[in-house]
């Protein structure tokens, strides 16, 4: 069928291709495949994972509404991450108040949220990880990781997280947990992106046990004594 | 003393308007109703009438209102919180209602250190039963507290201030909490009186902030003897010498494990002051607390109490001088919607002086089992059977044995909201 069009039509296609294919080689669309494992290899679940660019710029954005929700006296998922300048919409699914706080670092805050009600947050300005507690119940404890990348994700059940990114060159991948033992609770590989590739991470250190943010006490009506 | 309760409400309930104007507030009202179907084999007379009954029901049968509690709390958002509590007694046919407490509290937010300071002013209990943390101080566990609780809840309330100072592990990446509490109080000088004259007992029974216990009939009372001077009833929550008293504890507390406390209570009393039948007592005590959660998610609760108390003539001489000790243990577990606990107690009064007429010596020691079904998520049918066994010598002024074994079974339903 090509061969029947008309000389001119065949050149301007081809011409086509041949003038812009630098921009579609640079602009390829890279999966980057991380998978994220312990000391012994096994898969690792609810791992951070961040891609930052170096030497070079991303102008994308990832600005989805990040949603931490208060349930069972828990945060609900117990670690977070988004980019900087994105919304958190903190959700009150308890039929009790909780009062939720950070005391550390640049993103300070506190928030009362009543039962039922939602709150939206817009003004963590700094990028960094936020641990967050409760003041009426002690032992609720979240966190969240404000990264200045739009390249993130949690690892799945088999250690794995799957980022397009639409620009080739180099890149940092960071692993990070807050129960992590490695310096800054992170390691981190330096990649040369420009196909689609699959980085393994390995933790070097064992991780710490994951605080349980059940109560001790399972009666429902303490007061406070 | 009714009169201070009712102006430091009042100035309490100011200071909240205040606050109101300029923060949000909110209003959580919560409580507890224990209804109880009760078979008591124990004396005539009960403890809270003036007998010697170690129960708070007389021997017998009985249908009892054994607690309607309620407490309401405004919440501001600022940390600052105000409270009253309120209980209510239908036992031996005799109804009672009145406050139990009442405080203005402060909670600020834990530092970047992970520091937190709170603060309580008003009337409350100083921090020390393991086992009255429901809703207006009820018992979680059982329907009786142990006796070493059952004295705190009839003899031991303040009306001072309490600051407390948390570090709490979480921000330091540390297993466990550190909190120190201290308080200064005034309003409980007669206490010991009771512990004294009746003894240990085991009941649900607060006193109310308003209420006096009545005493038994011992013959030190009568004309002629030493004790003649005190009033028949004994008014707990008095300030008598105007002196300050104080209670600090120290708590770590290890999460998803447990935690272990100590504390001294002093209320410093001038012992040989007497203000119309009630006198001071110097009563000071030292506590130590453990729960922790053994293998198979069985919970033990543990509580040691040890202490004395003295109250003089006016000349300075002892009239009663007594130490005493208690101690209990308590397992509890449970499997899906049923728990049973066990406690088992030892108590005794060691009298000291030599007044005629008024021994106040005892030993004993006591059993609880409960079994408790949580029918729905707010009500609780329990079967508790509670049994002690005493030997006081002080039952001979009422002709009442002197080595004493009482009994109870409890069938109750409780309603939390």
């Known amino acids: 069928m090509f061969n029947k069009l008309p000389i001119q039509i065949k050149f301007l296609f081809i011409s086509f291709f041949i003038i812009f294919a630098p921009s579609f080689v640079a602009n390829a669309t890279n999966t980057l495949t991380v998978n994220v494992v312990d000391t012994n290899q096994k898969p690792l679940e609810n791992m951070v994972v961040y891609v930052e660019p170096i030497g070079h710029k991303v102008t994308l954005k990832n600005t989805n509404t990040l949603e931490i929700g208060q349930a069972n006296k828990a945060f609900i998922p117990y670690i977070s991450v988004m980019q900087l300048g994105s919304k958190v919409k903190f959700n009150n699914q308890d039929n009790i108040t909780h009062h939720i706080y950070s005391p550390v670092g640049d993103n300070k805050f506190s928030v009362k949220i009543r039962s039922g009600q939602e709150v939206i947050k817009n003004d963590f300005n700094e990028a960094g990880e936020v641990s967050m507690g409760c003041n009426i119940h002690d032992w609720m404890s979240g966190y969240m990781l404000i990264v200045d990348t739009p390249f993130f994700a949690k690892s799945d059940k088999n250690g794995n997280t799957e980022m397009v990114i639409d620009k080739s060159g180099q890149y940092k991948v960071v692993v990070w947990h807050p129960q992590m033992t490695d310096i800054n609770n992170r390691i981190t590989k330096t990649i040369n992106l420009n196909s689609a590739m699959a980085v393994t991470m390995q933790l070097s250190k064992p991780m710490d046990e994951i605080p349980s943010q059940q109560n001790e006490d399972d009666f429902d009506f303490l007061s406070d004594y | ?417």
């Open chain 2, 1 to 417: 003393m009714q009169k201070h309760f009712i102006t430091l409400l009042f100035t309490l309930s100011l200071t909240g308007l205040n606050f109101a104007n300029a923060y949000e507030m909110e209003t959580t009202f919560h409580g507890v109703l224990d209804l109880r179907a009760t078979v008591t084999d124990s004396l005539t007379g009960n403890y809270t009438q003036g007998g010697y009954g170690k129960f708070a029901l007389n021997d017998g049968e009985s249908f009892t209102l054994a607690q309607a509690g309620g407490e309401i709390a405004l919440n501001w958002d600022n940390g600052l919180s105000v409270h009253a509590v309120a209980n209510a007694y239908k036992n031996n046919g005799d109804f009672k209602l009145g406050l139990t407490e009442g405080y203005i509290k402060y909670s600020g937010l834990p530092n970047a250190s992970g520091y937190r300071w709170q603060s309580k002013l008003g009337v409350f209990y100083p921090k020390i039963s393991l086992e009255n943390n429901a809703y207006a101080w009820a018992s979680k566990n059982t329907l009786n507290s142990s006796s070493l609780n059952t004295w705190i809840g009839e003899e031991i309330r303040v009306l001072g201030n309490e600051i407390t100072l948390t570090r709490l592990g979480r921000i330091n990446k540390d297993p466990f909490d550190l909190s120190l509490t201290v308080s200064a109080f005034v309003n409980n000088d007669p206490a010991g009186s009771m512990l004294s004259w009746h003894g240990w007992t085991i009941s649900n029974r607060q006193t109310l902030y308003t209420e006096k216990i009545q005493l038994p009939y011992f013959k030190a009372r009568m004309q002629g003897y030493d004790l003649y001077e005190q009033a028949s009833s004994s008014d707990p929550f008095l300030e008598v010498d105007d002196r300050v008293g104080g209670h600090v504890r120290a708590e770590i507390k290890f999460h998803k494990k447990g935690a272990i406390s100590a504390g001294y209570y002093n209320n410093n009393g001038k012992p040989y002051i007497v203000d119309n039948g009630q006198y001071a007592w110097k009563t000071r005590f030292t506590h130590i607390d453990l729960t922790w959660l053994l293998p198979q998610g069985i919970v033990l609760t543990s509580q040691l109490l040890h202490g004395d108390t003295l109250m003089q003539s006016p000349l300075k001489t002892d009239v009663v001088n007594n130490d005493y000790t208690n101690g209990y243990i308590a397992l509890s577990k449970r499997i899906k919607a049923h728990r049973i606990t066990s406690r088992i107690e030892r108590f005794n009064v060691k009298d000291n002086d030599k007044t005629v007429g008024d021994n106040n010596t005892e030993r004993g020691k006591a059993f609880t089992l409960n079994y408790t079904y949580r029918l729905s998520k707010p009500w609780f049918l329990s079967t508790e059977f509670t049994w002690i066994d005493s030997y006081r010598p002080g039952r001979m002024y009422t002709n009442q044995p002197i080595n004493l074994t009482e009994r109870q079974l409890a069938f109750a339903a409780r309603y939390f909201y």
